[in-house]
């Protein structure tokens, strides 16, 4: 079975993209963060390719902001939108659908972003990845967590820690919290996969970040130990960021049992720019 998780970052702006991609990667399973679409407009725009390429779809959307979406071609059983106690702010927000698809309990989650550290957004982030830990742990133990979780989980996962100073998705409460989700047993695959590579799943579009690898891996793909145990490749489909009319996010794809591919590399393909700069020389683009 091959999963993947992508934030599209608004599937309306991203059709001409998505599905030439679904063609070539063919997966089983997709998770989608950030839709940006009502459920009705979801439907209408999408029911009818997605059939043609015999996928069932749930999705839990928003208008303009938000939404999230599950795709299968190998069932969709037990749909949940949001999750129990996912609190709001202060209205519950399209952030969270899971389902069942051959025997695997599929997220695809949409973590908060926090915006700036110790405010309001952050403080609901926290609270969020708190009852999502605990709907988790009361839940099937066979269980994926996939998505945009807005949060590196070590400095590994930034370009440099030093630009990311005083900023959402590296703080320590943001970790501690993942890490208390990644503590009921789950295995973070991609990592697992390769432990010492120089991977990211976002570029933002300023600045040339992509061009240069200056990004950051927050999509993450969270899994029991048994279902670990099954991946044969974990990677970032940087291909999809590439070209015109990109998401600021690229897929993370999982295979589990089979490589459809073989065991191909971290990051396909992989970047051209390999970080050359002085540590610390460099902001993020909303720094400057």
Same mark, same amino acid.
């Given at each position: 079975?091959?999963?993947?998780?992508?934030?599209?970052?608004?599937?309306?702006?991203?059709?001409?993209?998505?599905?030439?991609?679904?063609?070539?990667?063919?997966?089983?399973?997709? %998770?989608?963060?950030?839709?940006?679409?009502?459920?009705? =407009?979801? #439907?209408?725009?999408?029911?009818?390719?997605?059939?043609?390429? /015999?996928?069932?779809?749930?999705?839990?959307?928003?208008?303009?902001?938000?939404?999230?979406? !599950?795709?299968?071609?190998? /069932?969709?059983?037990?749909?949940? &939108?949001? @999750?129990?106690?996912?609190?709001? @702010?202060?209205?519950?927000?399209?952030?969270?659908?899971?389902?069942? %698809?051959?025997?695997?309990?599929?997220?695809?989650?949409?973590?908060?972003? +926090?915006?700036?550290?110790?405010?309001?957004?952050?403080?609901?982030?926290?609270?969020?990845?708190?009852?999502?830990?605990?709907?988790?742990?009361?839940?099937?133990?066979?269980?994926?967590? %996939?998505?945009?979780?807005?949060?590196?989980?070590?400095?590994?996962?930034? @370009?440099?820690? #030093?630009?990311?100073?005083?900023?959402? &998705?590296?703080? =320590?409460?943001?970790?501690?919290?993942?890490?208390?989700?990644?503590?009921?047993?789950?295995?973070?695959?991609?990592?697992?996969?390769?432990?010492?590579?120089?991977?990211?799943?976002?570029?933002?579009?300023? #600045?040339?970040?992509? &061009?240069?690898?200056? +990004?950051?891996?927050?999509?993450?793909? !969270? =899994? $029991?130990?048994?279902?670990? +145990?099954?991946?044969?490749?974990?990677?970032?489909?940087?291909?999809?960021?590439? +070209?015109?009319?990109?998401?600021?996010?690229?897929?993370?794809?999982?295979?589990?049992?089979?490589?459809?591919?073989? $065991?191909?590399?971290?990051?396909?393909?992989?970047?051209?720019? =390999?970080?050359?700069?002085?540590?610390?020389?460099?902001?993020?683009?909303?720094?400057?």
């Amino acid at each position: 079975m091959r999963l993947a998780t992508w934030n599209v970052n608004s599937v309306k702006q991203r059709v001409p993209r998505l599905l030439p991609w679904l063609d070539e990667r063919r997966p089983d399973v997709v %998770c989608l963060q950030e839709t940006k679409l009502t459920d009705n =407009a979801f #439907a209408d725009l999408l029911a009818e390719p997605l059939r043609e390429r /015999g996928y069932d779809f749930a999705s839990n959307g928003q208008s303009q902001w938000n939404g999230v979406a !599950l795709l299968s071609r190998v /069932g969709l059983g037990e749909v949940e &939108h949001g @999750f129990a106690g996912m609190p709001g @702010f202060p209205d519950a927000e399209a952030r969270a659908i899971s389902a069942t %698809c051959a025997g695997l309990r599929v997220h695809s989650l949409y973590v908060p972003n +926090g915006r700036v550290p110790d405010s309001d957004h952050y403080r609901y982030k926290l609270e969020w990845l708190a009852a999502l830990r605990t709907a988790v742990a009361d839940g099937p133990a066979r269980v994926a967590l %996939c998505g945009d979780m807005n949060i590196a989980p070590s400095d590994a996962d930034v @370009f440099d820690p #030093a630009a990311y100073a005083g900023h959402t &998705h590296v703080t =320590a409460p943001e970790r501690t919290a993942l890490a208390a989700l990644i503590d009921l047993g789950l295995r973070d695959v991609v990592r697992d996969r390769w432990p010492d590579q120089r991977v990211f799943s976002y570029w933002d579009y300023r #600045a040339g970040m992509f &061009h240069k690898d200056l +990004g950051m891996r927050i999509d993450l793909v !969270l =899994a $029991d130990s048994g279902t670990a +145990g099954r991946v044969q490749a974990a990677w970032i489909d940087r291909q999809a960021r590439k +070209g015109t009319g990109p998401s600021d996010h690229a897929p993370v794809i999982v295979d589990l049992d089979e490589a459809q591919d073989g $065991d191909i590399g971290p990051v396909v393909p992989p970047p051209s720019a =390999a970080g050359g700069y002085r540590p610390g020389s460099r902001r993020l683009p909303q720094s400057q």
